[in-house]
């Protein structure tokens, strides 16, 4: 929490952020810098959590009025209820004085403040090198090549866009991305309204047992099912490869593949490695990373996409939330927003699909049917997915499963909403899908 209103002596950085907070409060409507500030700088870019809340309401007020003031800015926080986390309204006056001294401008405060926020995502990384070396005993020279990897990635990372790309130039990409190949889900309802284009986040939201590791599997099998190259990571945080591959076995085989390994049936579990070897060439596309570190998956990721002639067709992560940042962050909602931000980035980086799970709020109705507001940290999440995808179990009305699991697309930044109809078979551990429609 930021300091009373004693006004300690603060820190070089503090004070960079103070003046250009102050600043941008004092700067009229008409200040173009002041609005290319809001439009380059993140919250995250401030090292003070009070300041980041501030800045976030100043942001804000700028999107919707034009400009933030001293007294919007109270008043705006005092409604959301964060303002005590600021300090008080006398701190954000505070921070107006420091405006009027100045000692800088609103371009020289901010080139001050981008700098030392990028001065802590190295100290961040070299903490957490030093970290990992001393829980190993000493760093192999691979783990420390990863590392430098990242570093010089966070480097290159900036919060203001990169300049150079013209609004022409932009089109012409677009339109090469519009007829780059979208891997076909094997839902064909889906496949009509939503693309599993390169460079996506596509969300793939649900309660605990709805079926997001299996409707998860089920596309991974479906893309790589009668292909000859190409292949899928699947990072897991709850299960391993062994589990992961006897739920695609039984997707692709419809047979039970798992009772016989829990009942120990020796002729069912030969039977099973039967299938298994009949499968192999789909099997052994699936490549399952069991972990929760987001820049292990990265660093396989990226080693991964190097094969042209095998290439790198997706990634999927199960789950969001249950997975590790780079970093260290205050809140989860920062460290999710992280996550996102970094899976969104893969996607690009290495022009593909990438497809994340994640769980509901526990608060949300398991009756009422979801919407990407019920998934946890759903602020972070919203922003950074093209696509979200939500299911649910469709009830009958006296409250039964009616056996229809609804499919839901809430969000499709390409193109519109819609609710399709899946089935669950949970014994063959997937979906099965309505007659296809040649109507529209």
Known sequence: MEPSNSY?????????????????????ETNADA??????????????PAHRLIYAEAQKLAATKGHATVLGVIEGMAFEGTLGAAGSDGYIHHLADKGREGISTITEATGFVLE??????????????LKAANMTGGMTLDAAEDYARRLLKSLERSDAPKVGETAYDGILL???????????????????????????????????????TTAATQIAIQILHGRTSGKILYASVEMDAAEIGLKALSCLTAHDSITPFEKKDKEGIDYIIGNAMMVAPTLNRLHVLYGTRMDRL??????????????????????????????????????????????K???????IPV?????????????????MKDLRDSGEIEQDADVVLLLHNEKDQNGD????????IDKNRFGGPGILDLYPDFIHHRFTLPAPSYGG
Not at 116 to 129: I, N, Q
Not at 355 to 371: E, H, I, M, V, Y
Request: hydrophobic share 40%.
């Open 174 to 212: 677009g339109a090469e991305k519009a007829f780059a190949p979208a891997v076909k889900t094997g839902w064909w309802h889906l496949d009509r309204k939503v693309k599993f284009s390169p460079g996506r986040l596509i969300v793939l939201g649900a309660r605990p047992g709805i079926g997001k």
């Open 345 to 351: 980035e893969l996607a690009r980086d290495l022009d």
């Open 35 to 48: 609005r290319d500030v809001y439009a380059r700088v993140a919250p995250q870019s401030f090292g003070i």
């Open 401 to 408: 499963p009616s056996g229809k699991t609804e499919l839901i």
């Open 116 to 129: 030392y926020g990028r001065a802590r995502k190295v100290a961040s990384l070299a903490k957490e090198t």
């Open 298 to 343: 990265s660093n396989l990721a990226h080693e991964m996409s190097k094969d042209e002639r095998d290439p790198l067709l997706m990634v999927i992560v199960d789950f969001i939330t249950s997975m590790r940042p780079v970093g260290e962050f205050n809140t989860k909602s920062e460290a999710i927003g992280s996550l996102t931000k970094d899976m």
């Open 8 to 28: 300690r002596d603060y820190s070089q950085e503090e004070l960079a952020e103070q003046t250009l907070l102050g600043l941008l409060l004092l700067a009229p």
């Open 355 to 371: 497809l994340a799970c994640a769980q509901l709020n526990r608060g949300s109705k398991d009756t009422s049917r979801p919407s």
